[in-house]
């Protein structure tokens, strides 16, 4: 009999529902999560499409990767670490207004039939089949996403949006010290 994991950041999965069953090599959900999101990353800079993680929308959410493509157009990535993860969160349909394309990314392990038709696929090999120690080896592009082109206003706001984004996380990067009181002085009193 298995007995569920004391550490909640592994997976309990049943062994009598295949849907919900993770991949042979369970690994916690966080590692699990980075792991497809940096072969992820590294596919979309092979397709030279530039990326920004967590990128608030104007709608209150946020999506896990935003990539905007050479030709202008921007990509909707949602990562999703196992069944669960995906069956538990159904805010993806709304991130569709602001991207031309809507991707999942998932790992090999994934049971694929699970995610929608009208959505693209990449799909992270992670796990000790793939490099020595689980180290993250790629990820490939499965299915394309149907285009659903942006209205022009809705693209220019985004591309503010983005472009300002880019430009406040490398001004942090670049100067921690003048991000910290800039902040402070904006702070309500």
Known sequence: MDMPSSDPAVVD???SDPLLSAAPELIGLPENQLAIRRAT????????????????????????ILALRPDGGFVCIEVKSGPRDFLADGKWPEYRPYCDALYFAVD?????????????????????HCLPKGVTA???????????????????A?????????????????DPAITASLRAALRVE
């Open 108 to 128: 090999d392990g994934f049971p694929q039939e699970l995610l929608p038709d009208d959505v693209g696929v990449m799909v992270a090999c992670i796990g000790p």
């Open 13 to 15: 999965t049943p062994a």
């Open 158 to 174: 985004l591309m503010q949006r983005f472009a300002t984004i880019a430009a406040s996380r490398l001004a942090a990067l670049e």
């Open 41 to 64: 990353t590294m596919l979309c800079g092979r397709l030279a499409w530039v990326v920004l993680h967590e990128v608030p929308l104007p709608n209150g959410r946020r999506a896990d």
């Open 138 to 156: 790629d990820a490939d592009l499965l299915r394309e996403a149907p285009a659903h082109r942006l209205a022009p206003a809705t693209r220019r």
